[in-house]
């Protein structure tokens, strides 16, 4: 990229994730959050096979369509990678060995104590002639930037963890840099979280609010995610003071649901509650087999509030560990107020934690029975030792759904009674 | 679709879920094996917003590189559902009012016990003029099939739920019906499982089986998925006795880390043997948060062997809940082979289960010293009070992918020592 360029419509090819779709998912979302947080338009998305002929006409019609071209993946060393020579194909040039490549590729198995590198990784250091190559810091498949059609291509790896890394240190600078978009014809996009609150009735809350966003030439996207709806704007450079009062008239609607801007999740909204009010918690576990336990501890720095959970999937679990009486458990059976809030109870005592909080239900298929429908789930957060806060859940679905819908629903109920309590 | 037509590649164009790509990933994965099982092959994968011109785009594009397109969103009641409108203006028509398709909606509300029906549903029942109507049993939006260009054009709902029901049930009937593709230009596709192998290692002992397929008319495909390799294989509908083949070739080549065909997990797999062999098991978990946990209960009828995880993810709850000794913890440190095993014992002896596994190790971003990196993780099956198996295990990149790949490494490690110890 010499000259600068008009760059704002940006196509996203997927390559060889049509299985693993996960991967093409993951890098979807990925794009399109780090770019429109940066005024571009991912305007089309393209998932292919590792297959010559549909990579190609994918990138082509991206470049037809937009300004540039983002492609993930097929640029590892098995045989089916063919992202590299498919590209080499259509801009009509060759592949060079890259010394320093290599090199690098070489440095990514020393660092994971690999002594032995196998000799077909060699194909990852093949660069496309006059392309840039793109340092890749977490993974061995170097990246590549070159020019067709006088717009940039960009090669970049499929693991989502490395293709977000070189998106931000490589793709991103490059593109702010080489372009010359007058800055009123970007666009930025924020999102906006409120918890456990239906699609409908948010919808309805913010009609006003939606109608002067649009008005305002905005672009108003409601997302209902797990447990949690996404109110996502995309509004011009220009009228971007405007997301504060949105912010503000939001917390104003939805009080305690309202969890704040660019995409806070229910689990991060608990744990900054909880660091600001230096609390330390643990889980008792049940229906949701470790998934709460899970999703708190993909945040880097949890382990300042959270101790652990208690998975007590049996009830032979839910007597040794929480000393769950037995007797609660014969007379109200394992999915009860009562025992939710005796697993609460073990959790807190056993794990001197400031708060606790205890899930059980029935995931389903089985296990059901006429008065326990699948989807019902009990919880409870101890507070002290004798008080406690109990809430009764029906979610709909199917077992994945429910635990992930209980988990955050849990995660969600003790961070709206550590607000009420005022701890 | 009057006369018999030549229908193999599909072109899939998913709308409005560029940030809720949750849903575009779930109809992509659902629509590649359908319709592949049926000899179909999906070329293209588009993922557009909620604009007219990026919708238009993307299904003329596959439809000129392809036989047939299947569009899935935008079907919905809301301001930003515009496919139906889309749609209308490529091919040229109207946009009609149909009594029929109302009439359904109204049952579908009645099912739900919804009496009031809302008046934004109405848009629900245009139907594009010349445009076969297809039933929705699961949600409101009726689906479509029309001709353009001479191919089948369909439109379906975005939930994926309704999404496959109406894909097996109208679209592959109509498919099957109306193409005239000789069988033998059709072919069906299997995915074999092994579990704990570098990418590289299975490439090269695959290397003749897969040149033996690619010779008998197969496609081979290879996916790194976290901690497992995915062998797929798609074969003529006339050579499908070969699958058996290759099957046992693999299962003599990869011995324990073979899993087994048609995308069999890792933690079914464990189930799976548990089963067979009356086991229970508990595990107690440290760096994986409860992940581990999760990953069993994903999977019904899972509490028939697993029954529960103590995760102790501060030295607190390791001694308070596991008994880990406070010496053990100074001595060793909480990532040790000395503390895993502690924890394994306490959590088999309290918990009262045939076996357990513990993991132990540093997720990151912090935490790490110079002998102890990010990625270290050490593991401890306890098979009796006093006989332990443990292994060491450095994992590369961030915690997000460090944590899954200790939980699956972890719930594998124990699937094997229970085959080697033939408990």
């Known amino acids: ?73 097929g640029l590892g060393p098995t045989f089916d990678d063919i992202t590299r020579e498919a590209i080499a194909q259509l801009v009509n040039k060759r592949l060079i060995f890259s010394m ?57 790896p499929g693991p989502p963890v490395e293709f977000e890394e070189m998106l931000i240190s490589c793709v991103v600078p490059e593109l702010l840099e080489n372009t010359c978009s007058a800055s009123t014809q970007r666009y930025i996009r924020k999102g906006f979280g409120i918890a456990g609150e239906p699609e409908a009735v948010v919808e309805e809350k913010t009609d006003i609010l939606r109608e002067e966003m649009v008005c305002a030439g905005g672009e108003w996207t409601i997302l209902a995610l797990p447990y949690l709806i996404e109110l996502w704007l995309k509004l011009p450079v220009s009228k971007q003071s405007l997301f504060d009062n949105v912010e503000f008239k939001l917390k104003e609607i939805f009080k305690d649901s309202f969890l704040g801007a660019n995409g806070i999740s229910i689990p991060e909204s608990l744990l900054i509650l909880m660091k600001n009010k230096k609390l330390s918690c643990c889980f008792a576990e049940s229906c949701t087999g470790g998934l709460a336990g899970h999703l708190i501890t993909e945040i880097p720095g949890s382990s300042y509030c959270f101790n652990g959970s208690i998975v007590a999937y049996s009830n032979k679990l839910k007597k040794k560990f929480l000393k769950v009486p037995k007797t609660v458990l014969k007379k109200y059976g394992a999915v009860s107020e009562e025992t939710a809030i005796a697993m609460a109870k073990g959790a807190r005592k056993y794990g001197r934690t400031d708060v606790s909080l205890a899930i059980t239900g029935i995931a389903g298929p089985s296990g059901a029975t006429a008065e326990k429908p699948v989807g019902l789930v009990w919880m409870a957060v101890a507070i002290t030792n004798s008080k406690f806060k109990t809430r009764k859940f029906y979610f709909a679905g199917k077992r994945t759904t429910i635990k992930l819908r209980a988990a955050l629903a849990g995660i969600d109920f003790l961070r709206r009674v550590i607000m009420e309590s005022r701890l």
Not at 7 to 34: D, P, Q, W, Y
Not at 37 to 59: L, Q, R, T
Not at 110 to 127: F, L, T, V, Y
């Open 100 to 156: 320093d490549a290599w090199h690098e590729i070489q440095e990514r198995f020393r660092e994971r104590k690999i002594s032995i590198i196998p000799d077909r990784n060699k194909k990852q250091a093949m660069i496309i002639e006059g392309a840039k190559r793109l340092i890749n810091k977490l993974g061995t498949a170097p990246g590549m930037m070159l020019d067709y059609m006088e717009k940039p291509i960009f090669l970049l």
């Open 1 to 73: 990229m010499r000259e600068k360029k008009y760059i704002n419509k940006i196509g996203l090819v997927c390559v060889g994730s049509e299985l693993f779709s996960h991967v093409a998912n993951s890098n979807i979302h990925i794009a399109t959050r780090v770019l429109e947080s940066h005024g571009f338009e991912v305007n089309h998305n393209a998932i292919v096979h590792d297959n010559f002929e549909n990579i190609i006409k994918a990138v082509e019609f991206c470049l037809i369509n937009g300004d540039a071209v983002i492609i993930s993946g």
